[in-house]
């Protein structure tokens, strides 16, 4: 996936929160900081969620290095990590930490199915 469309799944995302009353900011560079940092930050004054982004065709492969840095980074800040996924033709399902396939080289791995067995839909994600 190109940074660009990265970066434009990120704004969606963060439009979508905004929409449905939530407070959301994007980490400009997240990726790109030695420190632990998410894509968004997000909160309603009920939750506080730290969120990594992903998207892909069918699957995508999540190194262990960064869901490890948002759990640290959560920690720190108070906040819940979350992976949010979105596929094309998908809209974007919500994935805890602990729901995450480990693959056999010791990272991540989730795929359309996947997401839509263990995931939560975005409009089920900001009733909770």
């Known amino acids: 996936m190109s940074k660009a469309k990265g970066t434009r ?38 939750r506080f969620l730290a969120i990594e982004c992903k998207a892909g065709k069918e699957k995508r ?6 869901v490890e840095e948002l759990v640290e980074f959560s920690t720190k800040f108070g906040a819940e990590p979350w992976i949010a ?3 094309n ?15 056999k080289g010791g990272n991540f791995v989730v795929d359309k199915e996947f997401c839509k067995l263990n995931g939560i839909t975005f409009e089920d994600f900001i009733k909770e």
């Open 61 to 66: 492969y999540i190194r262990r290095g960064q």
């Open 9 to 46: 799944l990120e704004r969606e995302l963060f439009h979508m929160f905004w929409t449905n009353s939530w407070g959301s900011i994007r980490v400009a560079g997240s990726g790109s900081t030695s420190l632990p940092a998410p894509d968004l930050l997000v909160g309603n004054s009920k």
């Open 89 to 103: 033709n998908m809209g974007w399902y919500f994935l805890g930490v602990d729901k995450l396939q480990d693959t």
């Open 85 to 87: 996924v979105r596929f």
